[in-house]
């Protein structure tokens, strides 16, 4: 079978209308012969809507799980990195738009079987593979297929992803998944629909299904965008519901936006703004909050939640202190450390490693 035959899942066919209906995220496109979903990938093949990017992905090396960014899941440990093209979301500040936004999934993309990339993870001492750089979502057959075959092999799954899916799919892929980081955009609808052509009730009853209803570590990551989403008042009502509906340790990200695609006429984030987000999430309640896109010790390090003292010191995507015994207490109040830990960290640090998928498994690096 290849990529272009692979027959994808939640759909229904309007007969009269000669239209087969894309069920799998909320905006349920409708498609005539040969149309292609928003997302680009999804299409219409005679009578049935295929995933021709099956068995299709691009960008692998591996990263830190920082990087994702997960500062509670296996902390310090390397992940193997890879997406395909396209996206179900139209956001005009995407920060990979050269590949969430491309037309030509065959110039972006190698073959690469479930089976290749699971032992290309496991052979290069990966703890996790991760669908990132465009949400996995849209390639949702695909990405179960290869955590289900990481799975097997010891090595965990983790997803990138804006949660815009429908409830039916959506359990599958959590259920298959380790970790995810869910980018919660902004937290207005106007926000949602200005700037990233989608609704935002979607995403919170992703998030809150994801983390309340399955065993999927879960963390949150909003970007804010100077005059967008930044002001005190979305921030604090951001906070308000993370709290009320998910409690107070779940980990949020403020990260920095820089000018990219449609949104080029913006400055940078300014690092006070991301300290100010922090702070005020902390005041309303929120234990675990971090800035991305900076260097800040102080603000990107976690800390234990009975003593108050930093248990992983942490520079961007490099550890340094650790005061946590391996199944994930604080050494020195005894107070366990939500997330994932297990043993001691791992020392990938900063690094950025280009990873080649072969068709059989990859010698051990020396």
Known sequence: MTPNDHTA???????????????????????????RGMCFVRKRQ???????????SSGFCIDP???????????????????????????????NHDISKSRETDRLSQEASADMIANAARN??????????????????????VALA???????????????????????????????NIDLKGFSEQFYRK??????????????????????????????????????????ALAEWVLDRLGPEVP??????????????????????????????????????????????????SYCTGCGEMVIGRDWYALSDWHLTGDGHCTRCGTRFQGVISGPPGDWGRKRQPVRIVAGPLPKPA
């Open 124 to 145: 290069a001492g990966a703890a996790s593979v991760a669908f990132t750089y465009n949400d996995p979502v849209i390639f949702h057959e695909y990405a179960v297929e």
């Open 65 to 95: 799980i920082e990087k994702k960014p997960l500062n509670h899941f296996l902390p310090g440990t390397a992940v193997l990195s890879f997406g395909t093209a396209g996206c179900n979301l139209a956001c005009k500040f995407c920060q």
């Open 46 to 56: 005679g009578q049935r809507i295929v995933l021709d990017t099956w068995g299709r």
């Open 150 to 180: 990481a799975r097997a092999r010891g090595v965990k799954s983790v997803a990138v992803t804006a949660g815009y899916i429908t409830p039916e799919p959506r359990a599958e892929f959590f259920a298959a998944m380790d970790a995810a």
């Open 252 to 301: 949020v990200h403020f990260s920095a936006f820089h000018p990219a695609y449609r949104m080029l006429d913006l400055p940078r984030t300014p690092h006070e703004t991301l300290l100010r987000a922090r702070a005020r999430a902390m005041k309303v309640g929120l234990r675990h909050v971090y800035v991305g896109n900076v260097h800040d010790k102080a603000a990107q390090s």
């Open 9 to 35: 899942r939640f759909w229904s066919a309007k007969p009269a209308e000669d239209r087969l209906v894309c069920e799998l995220c909320p905006r349920f496109c409708a498609l005539g012969p040969d149309q």
């Open 195 to 236: 700037l990233t052509g989608a609704h935002l009730a979607p995403v919170l009853e992703t998030i809150e299904y994801a983390v309340r209803e399955t065993d999927c570590w879960v963390e949150l990551t909003t970007l804010l965008i100077p005059g967008q989403n930044d002001s005190d008042a979305e921030i604090i």
